[in-house]
């Protein structure tokens, strides 16, 4: 059987480039073309020496015939491209944040643009694996999740569903400097970031509304939500803190809360191969170059709170990495191919 | 005048050590003394080589008449090395956790040994002197708060005592490495915590009752507390994020809540020469290697909520530039004096 | 055809838990077993959380029938270790410094111990399979080099091979942290390293002479060797930055020297699939977590010397990657097997 | 008696900035005018928000009368700058290029302009306080050496001036980041350079030179000079290590060189009060954020080279704290004044 061909659109930002690192080493596709916004022409060997058995040329556009396509384009942009190529009949999944909102007025207020195509939106699938698996297996379009709302869906989603929750969500994060990405800004020059850690988006992240969209499919009782992202000296990781206050009805159906969450959890990811229920408080580092996920709720019996601690790499699990899981999912491939990859520790 | 002369027991770790380098430059004081639990006999520079310019040996125990002690031992040994001095009649700054807590009961609880002396605690000062200035002027023995409680206080303080916070409060914090002291361990192993965040002392840290206390004697409304700690890939600074919810009454009384809040936090940091609240997010950095606190209040209409974040260097501000703005205060100095070094950026 | 077992001795330092990493995905081995000498009992994946998939179980000793092992003990105790599974026929990679030099009074001198059984020398090889390709497919004892003398060799090789060098050669590298191993001490303690770069050895290295070894073996004019290793502030990552005199004669014979050694460099590693001869100057990011090496040879015409850089990552081809690609060799295997992994940047 | 007036001619940059830091707290002069090319009309305190107890405000033009001026603009625009200042009758430390080289058609091959005013080069005094210290007290304009050559020359000199160096020299450096600048560069975006070490410059940087040319001012048997430096993930600090060929003749006469070399640099560096010989390898964070340099030499009887490494804050003692070294000699002030903060350690 012929592998399936892929292209990367614009191959040149960092989760562009890391779906090049992870489909040059999966057995099942082969890439195709990449595209890129600058360095076309270049080999890509020449602009990223870590791929240098690569004999990959940046393009500047889509110029051979493939099977399936990622857009690694920034907002707006990648609708646009997206959707001729949707049209006519490929698959695709977009790592932009075009296709993550359902409501395009939500988009707007947001995104400050107006969605260049709106119809396409209610198909699209949005490409938590760990939540929408099925959906994902028969989609056409996939709209891979932010960063941010990867490593907190897979922290809240378990208690939201089992009905923990009463109330209020809190989720404080901590990400590595490449979740910035490529481009050059003042806030991601060495000697700014370095050895320093600051807030941003203290009036509200661009993450925030799809992180309670997906939060309100799985609970009607989520009222509120405050998400707060912070920048750490380490290039990458998210580590994502969610504090909820738990129902005292829930509280008491699932007798001790110590060990009672902890299967819980166990059991709702017993079919995701990249989440892992840990017993001890994970690290950034344990899951660093990986599509894996690490997630440790833990009661608070003082506050009556429940604290969910949730590990990505912002790249990987975080970006290319469940873009492949999707794609392997919408190929009929494993949901592991090409992705089992460990972790790179220390 | 004479000079007053000051002893640092302990000076090997980072708390005794950082006293040592504010000291050697202060105008007023001289280091007469310097003691170690290790490497007794060596001259200081030997061991610290950054402070070369010090002629002083380090000694085993206090050998010469003094009138100010910093304490920086540990816990429970700093308390039997205190009593003895503050009987002769010694002013004393203690850096551990030993006369913070005011019930002897809940030392013994978080720190799992009987309180030495829980007499002198009724006497002892919390040393943060932007909350407690003119008991410190008066005190014989000062409690040096811990480094998370000082950031978190400074950050929580003004909406305690305006009576602004209904209900519980989340404390999210972020600390570099040097905050787990210079004793060697796995946790602080380079290899292991670089490149890494994680959060530690899931279960309850034993900075929050030291925060609890202090939150209590601000407002009578605090229910309940959760303090979170985190480690930071970077040497030196703490980042706290405090999320508190807003009474509604005391919403309205203020007017514009953008607006009044931080008139709120200027107003109540107006004679506070270390404390600055801020228009922006503050990041560690800019208060690096130095003794001032930068504050940002920001109330979130979304949710209700309050969001103040405060930097630190954890070294300076939270522990021994406090300790020395603590013993100006007591010998009757100006409160900045040998401290206004500013914060070394980039 | 049953898959081969192999054993891992000491998988609990960095070297002998990156064996566990990649030998986890290897297509054509089984890790039968790995013992440690501490943590015997634990699961491996309750010590390193990264290797969560794994059920293996820390052992003190080897306890099951295996066809291989790893040995990443220390020295002298790895010797120890090595010889009676030598003796039993089993096909052995030391990791230590052990087997590496061949004149026993020289380990004696560098190591201050007397070889434990310096019969094995002799027949030991050298496992820089770049250099020693076919005596390592015969072997039964393999001495894994070490991480300096990987990158420093794969640099000097070529030009000392080609008799380009006369006279003195000067080896200045930059290494990660990792490579002073998971052992706690003061100088890896992360606020001593972090932000610091320092030298050390500086009387000399126990690399040197397995260096200075090799070297000669490549040519008979190598005089005197200086290496000065320094400790930088990253986890993973070798540069070295080699300095030789060109030999006048030597020079004339290759024509242009900036596209001569070059060319003469790319020649040299044409059958080699892990170094790739650069067109720029290597960075350590570009190998992170790969078992390849970068090598930038410069012809400075102002003082008619040459530069050569190379890049490692010093756990994977300067440790754990390097010695499974001598298991491969040893076992007929496909040089690259289960070492492909592509470098994760950024 | 009136307090010396300074501006600052481009603020903006990290010499400049640094400037500030320092001169704010300088006790006997005062920061009268801070210009910039970019923020403008803002404050210093808004742009850099660690000097928040600032009040000046950004300017297009030095616009109030100064008795001092340091220019931190770039090459070429700095010498137009200081050009008229010093017509003036000011006084002036140039922290560019500019002045550094004497003959303008080096510093046209190396830095691809015209040099703007050549006339002025036989005046300028190079600013290394070390080795031109009573020129730099007559001097009118002082070139601010570079960072690079700064820790190199000190280094470097004693064993020049006493004869002890025959032919040719090796200087490998690592700077940190912040020695780029605050300019954006791919090279210096956090996720590039982060947990990586690389060479650049390979084929000659621009410091060279400079060190050069103070080499052969030190001793006429300076031949050649390899000059390479590289990019560490920190930021700051500069540690080099140097590496001459000992004449044997000069060996010979000092005796034992273990001790000899070591007394005839503590002999040289006598009355400097900044320079350290040190009996230990220096580690950057041993200076941080001081003035103070620290320095090592190690005779290598392997080799017969001599080692020496030197460690600075490049923008301290090789940038802004240098700067005002040369004002403080300018001006007839103790050369420590306001220049005696400690290292910043951990």
Known sequence: MARTRVAIINV?????VDLARILMRHP??????????????????????????SELVIQDGLDV??????SAMPHKASAEVCEPLVAQGLKVVDASADFRLKNPEEYKA????????????????????????NEIGGAKLVANPGCYPTGALLALAPALR?????????????????????????????????????????????????????????????????????LIPMTRGILSACY????DAALQSIGDPGKGIGDAYREFYRSS?????????????????????HVFPQYDPRTGRLLVLSAIDNLVKGGAG?????????????ETCGLDALPVYP
Not at 244 to 247: F, G
Request: proline share 6%; charged share 20%; glycine share 8%.
């Open 322 to 334: 469940e873009a492949v899981q999707n794609m392997n999912l919408m190929l009929g491939l494993e």
């Open 162 to 230: 089992l009905g923990l929750v009463d109330g209020d969500i809190i989720i404080d994060s901590k990400s590595g400097v490449s979740g910035a990405g490529r481009s050059l800004t003042l806030t991601t020059h060495y000697a700014e970031c370095n050895e320093s850690v600051t807030a941003y988006a203290v009036t509200g992240h661009r993450h925030m509304p799809e992180i309670r969209q997906e939060c309100r499919l799985l609970s009607d009782r989520v009222k509120d939500l405050l998400f707060l992202p912070h």
């Open 110 to 133: 947001w995104y400050q643009v107006v969605h260049p195509c709106p119809d396409l939106l209610s198909s699209a699938v949005y490409g938590l694996p760990e939540l929408h698996r």
């Open 244 to 247: 909820m206050r738990v129902s």
């Open 273 to 293: 191969p990249f989440v892992k229920v840990m017993e001890t408080p994970p690290a950034t580092k344990h899951v660093w170059g990986s599509n894996y996920c």
């Open 12 to 16: 040149t930002g960092y989760v562009g």
């Open 65 to 70: 015939p493939v099977d399936f396509v990622f």
């Open 28 to 53: 099942e596709v082969d890439i195709a073309c990449v595209t890129g916004r600058s360095a076309v022409g270049q080999r890509l060997s020449e602009v990223f020496p870590h791929l240098f058995v």
